[in-house]
């Protein structure tokens, strides 16, 4: 079975900064259109920030850009999230996508849950 495994978050008070990973041991991450998203309590699930493969084109959400920053490190097979001066509306699950490229299929990791609070 995949999996993408997301790790990271936590509980930090506006103002801080968490870091997500996401890895996995059955895909390579950059043959992959790779996402981060996130469920915030009551809402639809959105889009954070998505790279294709290994293109240095880096979309982010308009509410996470500039303080948000999408990383890759393809021989560790991992990306990460890294996610600063955190508001209170970025308390979420957040989750790790892997699209084919060539292929459709998507996978999912279990989510990791960020809560921002003082």
């Known amino acids: 079975q995949v999996q993408l495994v997301e790790s990271g978050g936590g509980l930090v008070q506006p103002g801080g900064s968490l870091r997500l990973s996401c890895t996995s041991s059955?895909?390579?991450?950059?043959?992959?259109?790779v996402s981060w998203h996130r469920q915030r309590p009551g809402q639809e699930r959105e889009v954070v920030a998505i790279?294709?493969?290994?293109?240095?084109?880096?979309r982010y959400a308009d509410s996470v850009n500039g303080r948000f920053t999408f990383s890759r490190d393809y021989p560790k097979n991992t990306v990460y999230l890294q996610m600063d001066d955190l508001k209170l509306e970025d308390t979420a699950v957040y989750y790790c996508?892997?699209?084919?490229?060539?292929?459709?299929?998507?996978?999912w990791g279990q989510g990791t849950q960020v809560t921002v609070s003082s």
């Open positions: 996508k892997a699209q084919g490229m060539n292929i459709p299929v998507d996978y």
């Open positions: 059955e895909l390579t991450l950059s043959s992959y259109t």
């Open positions: 790279v294709r493969g290994t293109s240095s084109s880096i």
